[in-house]
């Protein structure tokens, strides 16, 4: 059974914030761990907006809220977690540091479990099977000249989040999605700030604010 949510922003709205905590069903607050991959960037556990995220997390209660750093820290803790959270950053620099440390493979073992798994953004984007699009859009961000761009693949569903801001900003982005698409075969799902996806086994819901 998969539990996995997929968003541009983190805990944007009430309806993605709900369906995080119904991914965790019953909850202990006081003693569930929430675990914060911080590894999409390269200042860490240091980095104002883990920090940010950190305290986000708390307000919804949770007591155990622990700031992960893949390169460092006992990976173990992982299997104990009630939730995984992956934040936003760099897309590369996440996934390097995942198949450095083989947390890539503990990660997809606990979907397959039914951990809930929380991918923001570029911890969205790693969560798919790929980075093909942007190493095609955005070739600078491979700081390490990746050539395998598989990802952790534990859902099919590749996203380009932030979509309603970035193409505005970019007016080349929409036509370079739609090429890459008719190019490779592969869809891209399009997420405004606003919006994410539950995965559910194999049922995927779009979720989108109600005012």
């Known amino acids: 059974m998969k539990n996995i949510l997929l968003s ?3 805990f944007i709205n009430k309806e993605i914030t709900q369906s995080f905590l119904n991914m965790l069903g019953d909850i202990d607050f006081a003693s569930d761990q929430v675990i914060i991959i911080v590894n999409s960037v390269k200042e860490g556990k240091k980095h104002p907006k883990m920090i940010e995220l950190q305290q986000t997390v708390r307000t919804l209660g949770f007591e155990n809220v622990v700031l992960f750093d893949v390169l460092s820290d006992n990976s173990d803790i992982l299997k104990t977690a009630k939730a995984i959270i992956l934040n936003g950053g760099y897309e590369f620099l ?3 540091s995942l ?3 083989g947390v890539i493979r503990i990660l997809q073992e606990l979907a397959l479990r039914g951990t809930p798994l ?3 953004s ?3 984007i790693v969560l798919g ?3 093909d699009l942007y190493d095609e859009l955005y070739p600078e961000d491979n700081f390490n000249d990746d050539v395998d761009m598989s990802s952790i693949s ?3 569903i590749r996203i380009y989040p932030h979509y309603d801001v970035h193409s505005k900003l970019d007016h080349r982005l ?3 999605i739609d090429e890459f698409e008719k190019e490779t075969q592969k869809s891209i799902t399009r997420l405004t700030n606003e919006q994410g996806i539950l995965i559910e086994d194999n049922k995927n819901i779009l979720i989108s604010p109600t005012e």
Request: proline share 4%.
């Open 174 to 176: 929409k036509n370079a």
């Open 99 to 101: 198949r450095k440390t």
């Open 8 to 10: 541009s922003r983190a």
């Open 154 to 156: 534990v859902t099919d």
């Open 122 to 124: 570029a911890g969205a």
């Open 94 to 96: 996440l996934l390097d």
């Open 129 to 131: 099977p790929d980075l």
């Open 118 to 120: 929380y991918g923001i």
